[in-house]
């Protein structure tokens, strides 16, 4: 049985930074494209980042520059590095290899 199990979310300042974790069983993430989305209240689920099985991330245009996605194969893992975080990023965020999905880690970017 597959599962994503994410974590790290919370509550921080605008500005300030959250490290998202996303442990994979069942599946070894290196094998294939994993990616982060995420879905705030109201609005449509967005892709935030992937990376391939070679290591290839890709960002959507509204976090470039700010947050960096990694994988431990080791400890089969994947990571989301957020920084600079604004209200706007406030949302639910989901780990994903397209046909599996994990149940989210809420993001809450406030003062």
């Known amino acids: 049985q597959v599962q994503l199990l994410e974590s790290g979310g919370g509550l921080v300042q605008p500005g300030g930074s959250l490290r998202l974790s996303c442990a994979g069983s069942?599946?070894?993430?290196?094998?294939?494209?994993t990616g982060w989305f995420r879905q705030a209240p109201g609005k449509e689920r967005e892709l935030v980042a992937t990376?391939?099985?070679?290591?290839?991330?890709y960002y959507a245009d509204f976090v470039k520059g700010r947050f960096t996605i990694s994988r431990d194969n080791a400890e089969n893992t994947i990571f989301l590095q957020m920084k600079n975080l604004s209200p706007e990023d406030t949302a639910v965020y989901l780990c994903?290899?397209?046909?599996?999905w994990g149940q989210g880690t809420q993001v809450t970017v406030s003062s």
């Open positions: 069942g599946i070894i993430f290196s094998r294939y494209t």
């Open positions: 990376l391939s099985s070679d290591d290839s991330p």
């Open positions: 994903s290899t397209l046909r599996y």
